[in-house]
DNA sequence: CTGAAAGCGCTTACAG
DNA sequence: CTGAAAGCGCTTACAG
C-alpha cells in the first residue's frame, strides 16, 4: 500500500538504515554481501528514496538551473528535454529561467536567483555560454557551471560542444563527392561562434580536394532567411555560379532554394543546396533540405551529467578552480549528416 | 549569513512556527495584526519556505507532470517554459516525459510514472489532451489532470484553450477589409481539432460579408508544407483564381507563398497569403507572414495554475468527480493577429 | 566495514 | 484565533 521507507529496506535486509543510504549513495565501502542483501531488498520492496527527506538532511537543494537568452524555440525546447530528463534521473530539480543581458540587472537577478533559490549549479546555453559578465559573475559567486557550445575553451568552466569545423567539413566533401567542383559558401553572423568554424571546415574540404577557394563564391549572411536570399542572389547570378551551395544556416538554406526557384534554378537538378541545424523548417520546406544535426538535447543531457559530477564530487571546499578543465572527447558529441533531397549528383563528369 | 527559518520568522514575529505556517499557506484564520507582524518578519528576513522540508512534512511531492507526444519542438518549448515558470512560482516542480501512445504501453507507464514519482497532477497538451486512452486511465487513478486545447469539450477534466474559430474569421475578415472578395483556403489535416474550427471561422467570415462560399476555392491539406504546396497549386491555377489565399497552417502559408511566387505571382502584390499559429517559419520566410499567434506559453501557465488549484482545493477526498468542469472565460486565451507582410490591398476597388 | 543518535525545517493532528 | 508536541524520511557526524 504505502511506498517502501529506507527503513523498511533495512529491516528486510537485516542491517541499519545507515547500510542502506551508503549502498544508495555508493560513497562509502560496504562489503559485497551486504550490498547484495540491501539491492535484493530495494528491489522486492521497489523502494524510491524520498528526495525531499534526502534535500532537507542533507542541507542541499538539489536543484541546478539553466538560463537562457532569446534563443529559437526549437533550440530551447530541446534543451529543456534534455537537461530535465537528465536532472530528473539523477536526483535533482530543474529551474528555467531566461536572463536578457541588455535588459536585465544580470548580477543582481542572477545572484538572488542562486541566494533565494539555493541553486547548486548552473548550464549555461550559447549565447549565455560566451557571456564574460555571466561568467564573471558565476566565478565569483563560486558556484560551479557548465557551458554548452562555447566558442572560447579557454576557461576554467568546463563544457560541451560539437565539431562543427569537422560536421562542416563533411557535408562540403559530401558536395564534392557529388560532383561539385564549384560550391559556393554563405557565411552565418560574424559575431556566433559557429560561423568561423563552418567556414574553417568548408575551407578545409575544398583545400583536400584541391580546390581552388574563389573569393566570388563566398557570400556574407547574417543567419537570417533575409540575408541568406540576397547571398544566394549574388551566387546565382554570378557569370559563372556555383553547381552547389552550402549555407551555414537552415535558414539562409531554405531562402537559397526560394532564390534558386525564383532564378529558374530548379533544386536539386540544376543547384545543390545544404544548410547547418536541422532546424524544424529543414523538414518543413519541399524539397526537404540536406543539412547537418545538432545533438542539442545531447549535448543538454551531457552538461547535466558533468554538472551533477561536479556537484558530487566537489563537497563544497573550493579547490582546483584554478585547473583547466578535464575536457575529455566524450564531451564533444556526435553530429549527424542529415542527407535529403537537396543534393544531386553533377551532370557532367568531372 | 544562513538562510532564514521559519523558526527565525517566528521568533521575529514574537508568534509560534504554527502561526507562520498560517499566514504562508493561507488557509487558516489569523488575526489581521498578527498577520502584519509575521509578513513585516519574513520580508525583513527575506524568508523562503523550505521546499523539501514542506513536502516531506506534508507527505506531499509537490510534484506535477507534463506528458507530450511528438508535436513540434517549438510548442514544446513554449510549453516547457510555462509550465515550468508557473510551477516553480508556486512551488511545485514538474516532471516532463514523452509518451508514444502507439508504440508505448500507455497503461503501464502512466502507471510506474504516476506512482514511482508520486505525481499528484498531470498536464496534457495535444494530441493527448484528446486522447481517450489517456484520459480514462487517468480517470481510473483518480488523478487530476488539465488538457490544453482539446478538441472535446464534453470531458470533466478542465482544460485551456483560444478560440481558433473566433481567430480565423478574424483573420479573414482582415483580407476582406483589404479588398479581397476572392479568398481561398487551405484546410488542415481533418483529424485535428483544429482544422474544422478554422474552416468554421473563415466561413463565417465570408457569410458576414456576403461572399459566397466556393467549393473550388477550398483545397484539403494535411498541415505539411509539402500538402500545402499541392493545394496552393491548384487554387493559383484556376481559370479565375482568388486574390488572396488563407492557409490553416503556416507550414502550409509558407508553401503557399513558394507555390506564387514559382508561378510568377509576387507576394503580396499580386497574391495575400495568410497563416496560423505564427511558428518559427512564419518569421524566418521573406516576406515575413501575416498569421495568427497561439498563445502557448500562456496557455501552458493558465493550466498549471488550474491544475495547482484544483490539487490545493481537493484535500484528496475524491468529491465532485462528475461535475462539469467549471470552463470559465478566463481559461480561453487570447490569440493575437501579427500583421507582416504578406497581405496588401487589391488594387481594384470594389 | 557497520550502527545508534540527533536533527534538517516544515506540517499534521490535537488542544485550548 | 493560537500553540506545544510529534514526526515526515533521510543524512551527518561520531563511535566502534
Redesign the interface.
Known sequence: MK?ATMQDVAQLAGVSMMTVSRVISNEAKVRDKTRDKVMAAIEEL?Y?P???????ASAK?HLIALFYQNP???????L??GA??KS?SRGY??????LNETTDDVETALKALV????IEGIILPPPLSDSQRVLDILMALNIPAVRISPQRDDHPFPFVCMDEAQAAFDITEHLITQGHRKVGFIQGHPDHSGSHLRYEGYKRALEKHHIDIRDDYIQQGLF???SG?QAAVNLVTLADPPTAIFASSD?MA??TI?AA??HRLQVPGMLSVVGFDD???AS???PALTTVRQPVREMAERATDLLIDALKKKPDTEQKRETPPEQNLENILEYQLMLRETVAATKVTS
Open positions: 511506498t521497489d524510491q524520498n528526495l525531499s527527506a534526502r534535500s532537507l537543494s529559437s524555440e526549437g533550440y530551447v525546447g530541446q529543456l528535454i530535465l530528463s530528473q530539480n530543474l529551474v528555467v529561467s531566461s541566494r533565494r533559490n539555493k537570417t532567411y533575409r536570399f535558414d531554405a531562402a526560394s526557384q525564383k532546424a524544424p523548417i518543413a520546406i519541399w
